[in-house]
């Protein structure tokens, strides 16, 4: 279920990007040959809104919900309850964070473009910018741990957030192509910069399940068999009154 949960996002980025990729060009050549409004190009107003709604978006969909979702699988392995409240903290402001990003970026693109929806780019964004807040209401509903309904909260709220994620970072690059067609300046420093950027995160990502088990290889074998670390104190070993000191100064943390 694990392993199936891991490939789950990459095989959706993988499946999708292509085909939107070539969706993308398929209908840039039929603009160039109708003439239609993808030749149009922008004013130096509308260039720099466009700038600003392709940051606010990128910041959003392309950094800060990635990097949350990272923080929030750091709690998997976390034993300290101050430190576990901490990440989960971190993690529900950086989404709603995002999602305000996300807002101002919707709001932006509204009031200043024309959203004839004909091409990939807007049709995807508007999708986003109606289910974005999906991820937020059901973090405001969590179960507690142990009850009815947890498991299903915990895929639902797994299953949409990194839907979204991944969505949204198609969804930027499809939007540098359409900001190269109405602008003609090239995007090809900023492509290469946030696939770098992704390309880090997605190996961050895979490098977090494999860290607890690379720690493990570094103890020492002794026959062939590794040293079983002991959870407590057995039939010959006493505990004296300093290191029972040291334990109670160590639990709360």
């Known amino acids: 279920m694990e392993i199936s949960q891991k490939l789950v996002p990459f095989t959706i980025l993988l499946v999708l990007l292509p085909s939107l990729v070539s969706s993308q060009e398929q209908a840039s050549q039929v603009e160039n040959c109708t003439g239609g409004d993808g030749n149009e190009k922008l004013g130096p107003q509308l260039t720099f809104e466009a700038t600003v709604h392709g940051f606010l978006l990128w910041a959003s969909m392309g950094f800060l919900m990635p990097v949350g979702i990272l923080i929030i699988r750091m709690s998997k392995t976390e034993e300290c309850r101050r430190r576990l409240k901490i990440l989960v903290y971190v993690h529900a402001m950086l989404q709603i964070v995002s999602v305000l990003l996300v807002t101002a970026g919707a709001i932006m693109s509204i009031k200043n473009f024309e959203n004839a929806f004909n091409n990939h780019h807007q049709r995807l964004g508007l999708a986003l910018y109606g289910i974005i807040w999906l991820p937020a209401l059901l973090g405001f509903f969590r179960p507690q741990r142990g009850t009815n309904g947890r498991s299903l909260w915990f895929f639902t709220h797994w299953m949409v957030g990194t839907a979204i994620?991944?969505?949204?970072?198609?969804?930027?690059?499809?939007?540098?192509?359409?900001?190269?067609?109405?602008?003609?300046?090239?995007?090809?420093?900023?492509?290469?910069?946030?696939?770098?950027?992704?390309?880090?995160?997605?190996?961050?990502?895979?490098?977090?399940?494999?860290?607890?088990?690379?720690?493990?290889?570094?103890?020492?074998?002794?026959?062939?068999?590794?040293?079983?670390?002991?959870?407590?104190?057995?039939?010959?070993?006493?505990?004296?009154?300093?290191?029972?000191?040291?334990?109670l100064a160590m639990e709360p943390c």
């Not at 103890?219 to 040291?246: A, F, R, V, Y």
Request: hydrophobic content about 35%; aromatic content about 12%.
């Open 165 to 247: 994620s991944l969505l949204g970072i198609i969804n930027i690059y499809t939007g540098l192509e359409a900001y190269h067609r109405k602008t003609g300046k090239s995007v090809r420093v900023w492509t290469i910069l946030f696939t770098t950027q992704i390309s880090f995160i997605a190996s961050f990502y895979l490098f977090q399940e494999k860290w607890e088990y690379i720690q493990k290889q570094g103890e020492i074998l002794l026959g062939g068999s590794s040293i079983e670390p002991t959870t407590g104190p057995t039939n010959n070993q006493h505990i004296s009154p300093k290191d029972k000191k040291k334990e």
